[in-house]
């Protein structure tokens, strides 16, 4: 196994930290509401891979199908010397990204909050890559990035569709800093999930196996052992809703009756009520104008739009 660079931007006391002030914020207001970025821990990634995987679950799928078909246009049209890979998670899909642009390819930089997430990735990339550099990034994308030096032009990609998960306050925040990384010359690739019939939205988040059950309640586990909190899965329902105002998908945990999460690490006691939701992700889904409007609020041009066969789930290039 080739040797790559790990470098945490997240040290274990901000982390502990940030969860403290997000539980704070969040489950003292009404509606209550936590960050996704809590559900990935260990688990949690495992469980998103398992997520990817299900009959129900399309987006994972429609987007590899184009970055498969569309790789060697986009190492076409952006040469990139770097790869920087914002929210990597298993880099999985980025393999076929990784290949099209090889050979002017020297770094690979994915960045992700989940450590063991990026280490397999590494370990994996490194060894089917022999000779490309993979400095991984342990950091949260959502508070600002300082980028190791790499040589241009850089690509930064951004996939799978996490950019639904910021509420558009935030999304605005997050491109303005990915445009602020971009030098001339340099690109962003945008993975998003496209609003399509409400029946498969709410089944890729509602699986028949209750994957994404397991996967939303996992965040009830982060509370227990990061903050001690005694919340029982069993006492949770998962709830997938779709907002068609908002046009983005929910994932909640409702009561099953009335409870109190106790956080002693925190000196803190959150009551229910039976049938209160908690509020755990948004999953936004996106049109092509309203993708370039977002683009263009934050500096950046959109200059290639690519969807899977179905109309899916769409890639857009995008230059500074
Ligand atoms: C992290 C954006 C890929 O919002 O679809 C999957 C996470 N949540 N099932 C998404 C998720 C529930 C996911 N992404």
Redesign the pocket.
């Known amino acids: 196994m080739s040797p790559f660079l790990l470098t945490r931007t997240l040290p274990d006391g901000t982390t502990g930290a940030d969860l403290r002030a997000d539980v704070l914020n969040g489950l003292t207001r009404t509606p209550k509401e936590l960050p996704?970025k809590w559900f990935y821990d260990a688990r949690g990634s495992e469980l998103?891979e398992e997520?990817t995987r299900l009959p129900e679950?399309y987006?994972t799928r429609a987007e590899r199908e184009i970055l498969v078909a569309r790789a060697a246009e986009i190492a076409a049209a952006t040469g990139a010397r770097t790869l920087v890979e914002l929210g990597s998670g298993s880099s999985e899909k980025t393999r076929h990204l990784l290949r099209a642009l090889r050979p002017g390819l020297v770094d690979y930089v994915p960045v992700d909050v989940s450590e063991s997430a990026l280490t397999g990735a590494a370990e994996a990339l490194t060894e089917e890559l022999p000779g490309l550099r993979v400095h991984a990034l342990v950091a949260d994308f959502t508070r600002g990035l300082a980028l190791p030096g790499t040589p241009g032009p850089r690509l930064v990609a951004f996939l799978?569709?996490?950019l639904?998960?910021l509420l558009p306050r935030q999304r605005e925040v997050f491109l303005r800093s990915a445009r602020s990384l971009l030098e001339p010359g340099d690109a962003l690739l945008l993975g998003t999930?496209l609003v399509k019939d409400e029946a498969t939205l709410v089944a890729?988040?509602d699986d028949a196996a209750g994957v994404?059950a397991e996967?939303n309640k996992n965040v009830l586990a982060v509370l227990a052992r990061e903050l001690g909190a005694d919340a029982d899965p069993e006492d949770f329902e998962h709830v997938a809703v779709w907002d068609r105002d908002n046009e983005w998908i929910e994932?909640r945990l409702r009561a099953r009756r009335d409870l109190t999460v106790r956080f002693p690490a925190l000196g803190l006691s959150v009551p229910f009520a039976a049938g209160e939701e908690m509020r755990t992700?948004v999953?936004a889904k996106f049109r092509q104008e309203g993708i370039a409007a977002e683009l263009a609020a934050a500096g950046l041009a959109l200059s290639r739009w690519w969807t899977d066969e179905q109309g899916r789930f769409a890639l857009s290039l995008a230059t500074a």
Request: charged fraction near 10%; charge should be negative; aromatic fraction near 22%.
């Open positions: 996704p998103f997520i679950y987006p799978g569709g996490t639904g998960n999930d890729a988040y994404t996967f994932m992700e999953s």
